[in-house]
């Protein structure tokens, strides 16, 4: 079960840790990724703080957390080469996974319905 949030977030929950990217909408308004910086493994992110930046030829952009939580991994594959994210943002493209401090608040996300209403 796939959640987003209004700044173009997808989170996939597996027990207690979100594995959390960015959706396809917005890597189409990106444009062609150039550079991806991702969080340190064990930073602490809060809900709607800056998580990463993803640098397109177009603009440079922020993603946000879309929860509370610790970064317990991250996908080194989209440093090294950031136009996997243009080709597959909401599966092997992921960002990091956040260990959630409360799980619960999942609930407050969007679902699909939700989102594609969202983006029209």
């Given at each position: 079960m796939l959640k987003f949030?209004?700044?173009h977030e997808w989170?996939?929950?597996e027990?207690?840790?979100a594995t959390v990217g960015i959706t396809s909408h917005a890597a189409d308004q990106l444009g062609d990724l150039v550079f991806v910086e991702l969080p340190e493994v064990g930073a602490e992110l809060t809900k709607d703080g800056n998580a990463a930046t993803v640098e397109s030829v177009k603009a440079a952009s922020?993603?946000?957390s879309p929860l509370d939580g610790?970064?317990?991994e991250v996908n080194q594959a989209i440093v090294d080469d950031p136009s996997l994210v243009n080709f597959d943002p909401?599966?092997?493209a992921w960002f990091f996974k956040l260990k959630l401090k409360n799980v619960s608040d999942i609930d407050s996300l969007m679902d699909e319905a939700a989102y594609k209403d969202l983006i029209g």
């Open positions: 949030t209004p700044e989170l996939k929950l027990g207690d840790v922020d993603v946000y610790e970064v317990v909401q599966a092997a």
